[in-house]
């Protein structure tokens, strides 16, 4: 088990996180505007999530873009969150294209409210971490809890 340093305190890993563009199905059934190659993003609104003191194009979406062989892409407009739910919710509603965030839209793909474009995801730099106070490590209900947690996050998707 490896462990990460959050706050001072251990993390526990709990899963990692990979990236792919989603979208709207009703986004990629518009004749008008393709959405079959990474290239094709440029005709889009990529829809971000606002990173304080950056400028441009934002970082996940760069690597994203560079992984696919699409780094000069420039979209046709870009949406800026302050919240990543607000991005997603954004993308269901059919304004663009985010970055989805593998799990966290996992559930969306399957009821379809969301499809993914292109084949392939990612790998992010994130990963999701189970952090419990060291004051409240030894309360029979924070181990419950802590041992349920990390069962869920074993469970297949």
């Given at each position: 088990v490896r462990y990460a340093r959050i706050g001072g305190s251990e993390g526990t890993p709990m899963f990692e996180e990979s990236v792919q563009p989603v979208c709207a199905p009703a986004l990629l059934a518009?004749?008008?505007v393709p959405?079959?190659?990474p290239a094709d993003?440029?005709?889009h609104t990529l829809l971000q999530v606002a990173t304080p003191g950056?400028?441009?194009m934002?970082?996940?979406w760069q690597s994203w873009l560079?992984?696919?062989?699409a780094g000069g892409v420039e979209p046709a407009a870009m949406l800026t969150f302050t919240h990543y739910d607000n991005a997603v919710a954004a993308a269901v509603d059919g304004q663009g294209v985010v970055l989805g965030r593998r799990p966290l839209v996992d559930r969306l793909l399957r009821q379809r409210k969301l499809v993914a474009p292109f084949h392939g995801q990612t790998s992010s730099a994130r990963g999701y971490f189970l952090v419990v106070e060291p004051a409240a490590a030894h309360k029979p209900a924070v181990q419950a809890?802590?041992?349920w947690l990390l069962a869920q996050a074993r469970l297949p998707a």
């Open positions: 518009r004749g008008a959405l079959r190659t993003l440029r005709a950056a400028n441009g934002p970082i996940e560079q992984a696919a062989g809890l802590a041992a």
